[in-house]
């Protein structure tokens, strides 16, 4: 059975960074791509970056520049490096896992909350 378990949200000041950090079991997460998400109040779920099981990267126009999506596969684990966070990058994080097209897998999510 494939589980996502996210870490590393918390309250950080505008300009501050954290790292968010997705676990994988079940699976070899390098096999696949992965992504993270996010979701703000009464908005849609957005794609913020994601990493194909080749290394290639996405990112949302306004992450690029300030995000940094990377994984460790000894750890089985997706990284993404948040700095010059702002007000506007409070949401919850969910990590994504495309195992096929199709069918996709995600974790419970991480708050992230940045004042102003």
């Known amino acids: 059975q494939v589980k996502l378990v996210e870490s590393g949200g918390g309250l950080v000041q505008a300009g501050g960074a954290l790292r968010l950090s997705c676990t994988m079991s079940?699976?070899?997460?390098?096999?696949?791509?992965m992504g993270w998400y996010r979701q703000a109040p009464g908005k849609q779920r957005e794609l913020v970056a994601d990493?194909?099981?080749?290394?290639?990267?996405y990112y949302a126009d306004y992450v690029k520049g300030r995000f940094a999506i990377s994984r460790d596969n000894a750890k089985n684990t997706v990284y993404l490096h948040m700095n010059s966070l702002k007000p506007e990058d409070t949401a919850v994080y969910y990590c994504?896992?495309?195992?096929?097209?199709?069918?996709?897998?995600w974790g419970q999510g991480t708050q992230v909350t940045v004042s102003s």
């Open positions: 079940g699976r070899t997460s390098s096999d696949y791509d």
């Open positions: 994504n896992a495309v195992i096929v097209p199709g069918i996709n897998y």
């Open positions: 990493i194909t099981s080749g290394g290639p990267t």
